[in-house]
């Protein structure tokens, strides 16, 4: 038996951490017999499988996934706002099959750690040396009465999953008559995409300036303030009258009475301590909590979200299971694409450590989550990740906001937020 080159596969996992391409591979004898499933090939899947097989490909690599189809949420907005296809954010698993990751499509149903399998709806089960689980987010949809996970499919999308119900968001703003009333309701934290409501409005907003201006924009919403708050409100007001009597855009806070707890889905009407909104075109966005499988695996804390060792993403409640993504516990790390991309390595490098008995190298992550408030005007907020007390922790001094307005320089976050689409993508799924 040869055994794993411990250099080799400690330069692969430090190249990957913080999301340098082109890994170098490493190459073990003993590893042949290592299998990883992994759960779910979203972001933070698909990458922790594609950085596994490039850091050790005699590792048997195996996602179980129940759509052949990926739309990324990401530019998912601009869609909505009727600025891009919905092809264009579009993936499929051949290339990563063409690098020999085994894709199975079916629905996992239960994960056993003691016997170290996966189960699946089809029936199969799929033994593991490690598991990775990236489920993604789930929705609380019980703290808004009346709404549910068949009145989101089929009248009031929430649209937080991208796909159907992008579609169907899109279609309906096309079909409201100019004049109409868009009420959007935000999740209150933690969630997926912290900024991800106010670039839909941003995005819903410039679709109805430009083509049906008489149409205004209620936001209700359970919290005092959000992500890039100064940035988006300062964009509000430039391009939409924010403020204003004309203002587009309304946005009534926690403390107004914006948190919704009831929704009549017959005449899109929804309840707040603030009043009662009829809508021409609803959209609300559930509280959230980690996966599905991650509750039924037994993954969850009593917040309903996935406790991990910040090191190696492997659970606290179950040894050999590693969870990356929205559904792991990672603050300060946002619940964002970036994020899960950036976990997925780390992991993987964690999980090649682990299967070649070697020691991995001290990690760091990196994260950047930009939105367009209007076409030309993109911001952006970024920081850089380190491990310190068993910790994740931002490092002082890195990432930042975009700073005052200039017009040139949010015309370049908006080519640098279509580049990173472009980039990340290809990471993943390329
Ligand atoms: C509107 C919007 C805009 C966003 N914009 C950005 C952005 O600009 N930048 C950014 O970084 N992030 C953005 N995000 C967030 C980003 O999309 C998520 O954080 C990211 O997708 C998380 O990756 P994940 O792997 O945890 O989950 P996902 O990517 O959702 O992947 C989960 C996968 O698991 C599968 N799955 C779940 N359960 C099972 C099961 N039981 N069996 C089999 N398969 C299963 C699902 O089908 C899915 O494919 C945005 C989100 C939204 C909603």
């Known amino acids: 038996m040869t055994n794993i080159s411990r250099r080799t596969l400690l330069k692969a996992s430090a190249a990957t951490a913080v999301g340098v391409a082109g890994a170098s591979a490493v190459t073990s004898a003993s590893a042949a017999s290592k299998k990883v499933v992994i759960v779910g090939g979203g972001i933070g899947g698909a990458t922790a499988a594609q950085y596994l097989k490039k850091m050790d490909p005699s590792i048997d690599v195996t996602i179980v996934e129940y759509n052949k189809d990926?739309?990324?949420?990401?530019?998912?907005?601009?869609?909505?706002?009727?600025?891009?296809?919905?092809?264009s954010i579009h993936f499929t698993y051949g290339k990563l099959q063409a690098k020999g990751i085994n894709v199975v499509y079916d629905k996992v149903t239960g994960i056993d750690a003691a016997g170290q399998k996966v189960m699946t709806a089809g029936g199969k089960s799929i033994a593991y040396d490690r598991c990775i689980v990236s489920p993604g987010v789930d929705f609380k949809y019980e703290m808004i009465e009346g709404y549910s996970a068949d009145v989101a499919d089929s009248s009031i999308p929430h649209a937080w999953?991208?796909?159907?119900?992008?579609?169907?968001?899109?279609?309906?703003?096309?079909?409201?008559k100019d004049g109409g009333t868009v009420v959007i309701c935000p999740p209150?934290?933690?969630?997926?995409?912290?900024?991800?409501?106010?670039?839909?409005?941003?995005?819903?907003a410039?679709?109805?300036?430009?083509?049906?201006?008489?149409?205004?924009?209620?936001?209700?919403?359970?919290?005092?303030?959000?992500?890039?708050?100064?940035?988006?409100?300062?964009?509000w007001k430039r391009h939409y009258g924010y403020g204003t009597d004309k203002s587009l855009i309304q946005w009534i806070k926690k403390s107004e009475g914006g948190t919704v707890t009831k929704v009549d889905v017959a005449t899109k009407t929804v309840t707040c301590e603030a009043g009662t909104f009829k809508a021409d075109v609803l959209n609300i966005i559930p509280f959230q909590?980690?996966?599905?499988?991650?509750?039924?695996?037994?993954?969850?804390?009593?917040?309903?979200?996935?406790?991990?060792?910040h090191k190696t993403f492997e659970s606290t409640l179950h040894k050999n299971i590693h969870i990356v993504g929205d559904s792991s516990v990672a603050s300060p790390m946002p619940k964002s694409g970036y994020a899960a991309n950036s976990q997925a390595k780390v992991c993987a490098a964690a999980v090649a450590s682990l299967l070649n008995g070697v020691e991995m190298v001290e990690p760091s992550?990196?994260?950047?989550?930009?939105?367009?408030?209007?076409?030309?005007?993109?911001?952006?907020?970024?920081?850089v990740y380190a491990y310190k007390d068993g910790k994740i922790i931002k490092v002082k001094g890195s990432g930042g906001l975009t700073g005052a307005y200039d017009a040139e320089l949010r015309k370049r976050e908006e080519l640098y937020a279509h580049s990173w689409f472009k980039n990340i993508t290809a990471d993943v799924f390329g």
């Open 70 to 87: 990926y739309y990324t949420c990401f530019m998912s907005n601009e869609v909505i706002g009727g600025h891009r296809e919905m092809e």
């Open 365 to 383: 992550w990196v994260n950047t989550c930009y939105s367009v408030i209007a076409p030309g005007d993109g911001i952006s907020v970024a920081m």
């Open 188 to 204: 209150g934290n933690p969630f997926r995409c912290p900024p991800g409501p106010y670039e839909r409005i941003s995005q819903i």
């Open 206 to 235: 410039a679709y109805l300036k430009k083509n049906k201006p008489n149409s205004k924009i209620v936001v209700l919403d359970p919290k005092e303030k959000f992500s890039k708050f100064g940035l988006f409100m300062d964009g």
């Open 289 to 309: 909590k980690a996966g599905k499988i991650a509750f039924d695996a037994g993954l969850t804390n009593d917040k309903g979200w996935c406790p991990i060792d």
């Open 161 to 176: 999953k991208a796909g159907p119900q992008t579609e169907m968001l899109r279609k309906q703003l096309v079909d409201m």
